[in-house]
């Protein structure tokens, strides 16, 4: 597996750069959309990465950037496009040696290609390329992120991309490492048929109460407590086209305990690492609403614990420990005890 991947990666790094966004194409095969597939994509990304690295402080500075990548048609792109970091915890150094990114493209440059239609697109990225065990928790956020796709449709599109940095400042060799590409706000009103809210707050009765309930639940059994609907923290507020109530859309689950990210958070006399809780953030009107999700829960506890089971590219001891972390989820929400001590006590 190993050995044909870095053949491939030669024979990318020894085709000569092409100027236009396709290098080979055949007519006679059609081109998927960077997400209608979830097999993981191999992709070369060439930049100054000494440059961007340097970009931490104030407005991100756009770095040119190339990517190179192998369709599913057995054809070759070369992809004219700039990149630039983004973020606010992860972009800080203390935190992260490597930060979060954002790709952008001209129209001209994606015609004929995966991303053709995209202007610009989050990158998720492995915090310290250094550390291993890093790698791990990109590809379990990529994993949550498929679990929300399972039990909403109000959720982002993800593609889990083996992605070779190669620096052309100089400072540092080429890596390769998994790497997520997050569905943009447009992309997602194309395929719902409808608006995202631009708005910085918004009062949870307004929100569509059967899909916020299902988040809440989500939320809490992952372990994530980095979000909060009412101010917009890591949630988007989607309006659909239609007669609807908006709904509460989330991104961002680095934080969740379920991982285990060791990630430092400042105090008064010194770095401590983040002690991940299991908080109820959620709300309702009634103790039968509460039974009502749990059930729903409970039909989709096979799929979590497969799915993860089954995921290629966690380790054992990842797989492991968030098994664990389901485990005590499901123990918490069927036991009548805990769950009156956890979540019924919240209202």
């Excluded at 053709?116 to 390329?129: A, L, T, Y």
């Excluded at 989709?300 to 420990?321: C, D, Q, V």
Aim: net charge positive.
């Amino acid at each position: 597996m190993i050995k044909s991947f870095f053949g491939l990666l030669m024979t990318f790094l020894l085709l000569p750069f092409g100027s236009s966004g396709q290098e080979l194409i055949s007519s006679a095969c059609s081109l998927p959309r960077i997400f209608d597939s979830d097999s993981v994509l191999n992709i070369i990304i060439f930049a100054n990465y000494d440059s961007v690295l340097n970009d931490r402080n104030g407005d991100p500075v756009r770095r040119p950037a190339r990517l190179r990548y192998l369709d599913a048609c057995g054809n070759v792109h070369m992809v004219s496009a700039s990149i630039s970091v983004r973020g606010k915890f992860r972009k800080r150094p203390e935190n992260c040696s490597f930060p979060s990114l954002r790709l952008y493209f001209e129209p001209d440059s994606v015609k004929n290609t995966i991303f053709e239609g995209i202007r610009s697109i989050k990158m998720v990225v492995q915090c310290r390329p250094e550390n291993v065990q890093f790698e791990q928790y990109v590809i379990g956020e990529y994993l949550l992120y498929k679990w929300y796709q399972k039990i909403s449709r109000y959720a982002f599109n993800v593609r889990l991309i083996r992605c070779t940095f190669s620096n052309l400042g100089g400072s540092f060799p080429a890596f390769v490492r998994y790497a997520i590409l997050l569905e943009t706000k447009g992309s997602f009103e194309k395929r719902m048929q409808g608006k995202f809210r631009n708005a910085n707050e918004i009062h949870l009765a307004e929100l569509d109460q059967e899909e916020y309930k299902k988040l809440c639940f989500f939320q809490y059994m992952i372990m994530n407590n980095d979000w909060a609907a009412s101010i917009l923290h890591n949630i988007e507020i989607f309006e659909p086209g239609y007669s609807k109530r908006p709904v509460a859309v989330p991104f961002d689950f680095d934080f969740a305990g379920i991982l285990g990210v060791p990630y430092r958070i400042p105090s008064a006399t010194n770095d401590t690492i983040l002690q991940p809780t299991r908080d109820f953030k959620g709300t309702y009107s009634s103790r039968k609403e509460v039974i009502q999700t749990i059930r729903f829960f409970n039909k989709n506890r096979r799929f979590f614990y497969a799915s993860l089971s089954k995921n290629p590219y966690l380790s054992e001891t990842t797989k492991g420990k968030m098994a664990a972390s389901l485990d005590e989820f499901y123990f918490t929400i069927n036991f009548p005890p805990y769950r009156k001590k956890y979540i019924f006590h919240k209202n």
